[in-house]
């Protein structure tokens, strides 16, 4: 789990956006999305892990994965929500 403090000072790399945990319903989506074989990232690969834990941007519009407890905060990792 993310931080209560790291993620107060966290912002989407691209529109400097607030970021909040993403919630299980969010969560589950996405990852039906991704096991459909139809989800990409922003930088056009294929997304084929399952989330355990992601952020999402305060728009909902998308989600940065965390890996091994640490926030992927890279535009082109960022998964654009359908």
Do not use: F
């Amino acid at each position: 789990m993310i931080d209560q403090d790291l993620l107060q000072i966290l912002a989407c790399p691209d529109t400097h956006q607030g970021l909040a945990v993403a919630d299980a319903a969010l969560l589950k989506r996405a990852n039906a999305w991704i096991a459909s074989g139809k989800a990409q990232n922003r930088g056009g690969r294929t997304v084929t892990d399952q989330l355990v834990e992601a952020l999402v941007r305060t728009d909902g519009k998308v989600l940065y994965p965390v890996r091994d407890g640490i926030p992927v905060l890279l535009v082109d990792e960022g998964l654009a929500l359908p």
